[in-house]
């Protein structure tokens, strides 16, 4: 099992931000988060790359507890999480090649990873890596001199170098044209597969998440509202996940009102 949350919570500055989360991954599968903005898809992701820790419930990590873990083991499971930001935090002055290589600074001692980051021994890898995400010519290109877009390629590229078993992508494409987007997917996708890691990826693109994900996780309000195969994944369902609940309820006082107001007369 990739991931597992059992009846999980997180609460952030006083607010309830994930309310008894349930939900599997089993290794090698692949699934897509959608939901409105703000549902908490960034935060269930945050979770699982451990980056947050539940407030209560509990939350298995490709096999382990990532908080029962001393520092040295959680940093090894950390290593083997493939985790692609909607920004990548790339540091301005950085090199793109150096960007990639940071994909595996988690996996050898401090000396060694940090050795290979200055002054990597895998170009060639790292060169593949870039040339899958289209961006061969980049290698020593500064980060900030990279298009959004680009940005966020070379995120991807360094998960792909990292090698990691458990993959999850937020908003991995919002800042690609629809042709590179689609490309981006099945390349994620492929990869997964290839190295039968688990992927979770969400998606603000309800088409993009039908057209490739067998599973759909539907995320509002803090809870998962259904988690579906593709197939069942009926347009009333997408229709009521992103409802506006200002909206009905600007609609139903009117309403409310004249019955209060007919109810006094
Ligand atoms: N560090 C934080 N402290 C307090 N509240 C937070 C924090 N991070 C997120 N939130 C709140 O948690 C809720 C869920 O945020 P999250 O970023 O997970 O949503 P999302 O589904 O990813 O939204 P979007 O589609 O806009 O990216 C929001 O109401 C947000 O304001
Ligand atoms: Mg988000």
């Known amino acids: 099992m990739s991931l597992l949350f059992d009846n999980t919570s997180l609460e952030l500055g006083g607010n309830t931000i994930l309310r008894d989360i349930r939900l599997e991954l089993a290794s090698g599968e692949q699934a897509a988060l959608i939901g409105p903005s703000g549902a908490g898809k960034t935060s269930l ?27 040295r083991w959680l940093r090894r499971l950390r290593s083997r999480i493939g985790m692609v930001y909607q920004s990548p935090p790339l540091p301005a002055r950085q090199r793109v090649i150096h960007a990639v290589a940071a994909g595996r600074l988690g996996q050898s001692g401090t000396l060694a990873a940090l050795r290979r980051l200055l002054w990597p021994d895998d170009g060639a890898a ?14 020593w290109q500064r980060c900030d001199q990279l298009s959004g877009g680009q940005r966020q390629r070379v995120g991807i590229a360094r998960v792909l170098y990292q090698q990691a078993q458990l993959l999850l992508a937020d908003e991995p494409v919002s800042a690609l044209d629809p042709r590179l987007a689609e490309d981006t997917i099945r390349l994620l996708l492929a990869e997964a597969s290839a190295s039968e890691a688990s992927l979770l990826v969400s998606l603000h693109s309800v088409e993009l998440a039908l057209a490739y994900f067998p599973r759909i996780i539907g995320v509002r309000d803090g809870q998962i509202m259904f988690d579906l195969p593709r197939e069942q994944v009926h347009p009333g369902v997408v229709s009521a996940l992103y409802a506006d609940e200002r909206l009905a309820e600007s609609v139903a006082q009117p309403a409310h009102a004249a019955i209060s107001q007919g109810l006094r007369c």
């Not at 451990?50 to 507890?65: A, E, F, I, K």
């Open 45 to 71: 992701l945050l979770l699982a790359a451990t980056r947050y820790r539940p407030s209560s419930g509990s939350l298995s990590v490709l096999g382990d507890n990532p908080w029962h873990l001393s520092a």
């Open 126 to 139: 790292i060169q593949d890596c870039l040339q899958r995400v289209d961006l061969a010519d980049k290698l």
